[in-house]
């Protein structure tokens, strides 16, 4: 793989799997990156920029694409509004980067006959019950809750379909909640981290009993790259790292490793139709591929990532105010008053 055209770059996982592919490969690299405000040139700060060219434009720009994609050996694309809070207060913008963007995307490697793969996520599976012992699978229904999680869901469906009709030499993976260093504050462990770097109680929504499954971005990153290399065409592979916790687990171990007391956080309204629990069984990329996680302690990985946030506020500061205005406008909106941090400040 000579040339990877990577959409999303400027995001927090195509960010770090830029960086990701400068350490652990000798690909040229080039990012298209709308900037949108989850966009942030500086998340690629530092890199050597022989191997890395950055073109700022939209996946839905067809003649843009067409021409990137021809120049490319394989397409990675990560672009896409991955927010669900904001899909439940502004649908539209995930329609438009997930589903026409994707489409945009497929015709073009179509066209040029480029290696494609898709990444999603496990949110298309919808949920599990608290006490269900079962994960999702590769052959798990797709059954996704939110406005985000659909027209995720929709945009795998297409990458099928232009695989199986026209043949498009297509992968795709479903991946669990991602944290690690610049991961926009709008997210749940960034915003907490940040709150309390600002003084300000976290905010847990609900009971915080809903269990994600966490993974560190960098084992993303890996796995997504074995997948690139030795996937095989038409096949969908689960990535997580067995990393199931509570949210109210979570924020007892930040607050715990920030010199907080256990209990200084806020209940919050539930987030409206917030999926229960997410849980990953990746034992046929285990086994297919022999990937495995290097990041299996939380607590450690939590600790690397507080002290990220901690020695980079640069990159972080100019993002909390208007992210937390902005929870603000959408509990205004519900009706609920309780979700955001006026201002971002104590
Ligand atoms: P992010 O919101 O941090 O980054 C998205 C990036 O896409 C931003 O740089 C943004 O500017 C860019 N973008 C948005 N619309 C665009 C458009 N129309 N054209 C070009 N660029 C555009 O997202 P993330 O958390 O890094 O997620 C990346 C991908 O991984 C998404 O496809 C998401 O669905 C998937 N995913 C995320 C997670 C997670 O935990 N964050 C887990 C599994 C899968
Ligand atoms: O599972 C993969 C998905 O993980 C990705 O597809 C999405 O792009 C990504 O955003 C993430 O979705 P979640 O909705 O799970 O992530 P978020 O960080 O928004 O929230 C994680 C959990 O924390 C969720 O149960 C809601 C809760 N939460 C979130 C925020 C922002 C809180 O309790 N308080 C908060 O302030």
């Known amino acids: 793989m000579k040339r990877i055209l990577v959409t999303g770059g400027a995001g927090f996982i195509g960010a770090n799997f830029v960086r990701y592919l400068i350490e652990h490969s000798d690909a040229g690299i080039t990012v298209l990156d709308a900037l949108t405000y989850a966009g942030n040139l500086q998340s690629l700060h530092g890199l050597d920029r022989s191997r890395l060219h950055v073109v700022v434009g939209d996946i839905t720009d067809a003649p843009l694409v067409d021409g990137l994609v021809a120049d490319a050996d394989a397409v990675v694309h990560f672009a896409a509004e991955s927010h ?71 945009s795998d469906m297409l990458v099928r379909a232009w695989g199986r009709s026209f043949g498009v030499r297509a992968t795709i993976s ?16 960034p915003r907490q981290i940040t709150n309390i770097l600002h003084g300000v109680r976290p905010k847990l929504y609900g ?12 084992d993303h990153s890996s796995a997504v790259w074995e997948i690139v290399n030795r996937g095989t065409p038409g096949k969908t592979y689960l990535i997580g790292a067995d990393g199931e916790k509570n949210n109210r687990e979570v924020l007892e171990l930040i607050l715990g490793l920030m010199g907080q007391d256990a209990a200084a956080f806020d209940h919050v309204t539930d987030r409206p139709g917030h999926d229960l629990r997410y849980g990953i069984d990746s034992t046929m990329l285990r086994e297919e591929l022999g990937w495995s996680p290097a990041h299996r302690d939380l607590a450690a990985g939590l600790a690397q990532t507080i ?36 201002g971002g400040g104590a």
């Open 307 to 342: 002290d990220w946030y901690r020695q980079n506020p640069w990159w972080w500061e100019g993002a909390k105010a208007g992210t937390e205005d902005r929870y603000v406008q959408q509990a205004a909106a519900r009706g609920t008053e309780d979700a955001g941090t006026a």
């Open 84 to 154: 669900n809070d904001n899909s439940l207060f502004d649908p539209r913008p995930f329609l438009d980067t997930n589903v026409v963007g994707t489409y945009t995307l497929l015709e073009a490697v179509r066209r040029h006959e480029v290696r494609f793969h898709h990444i999603s996520t496990d949110e298309v599976y919808g949920d599990l019950e608290l006490d269900d012992p079962a994960r999702f699978t590769e052959t798990t229904p797709y059954n996704p809750s939110s406005p985000y999680s659909s027209t995720k869901a929709a």
């Open 174 to 189: 479903n991946c669990s909640n991602n944290y690690g260093p610049y991961q926009h504050v709008e997210k749940f462990i």
């Open 207 to 218: 009971t915080g009993a809903n269990v994600r499954d966490w993974i560190h971005v960098e």
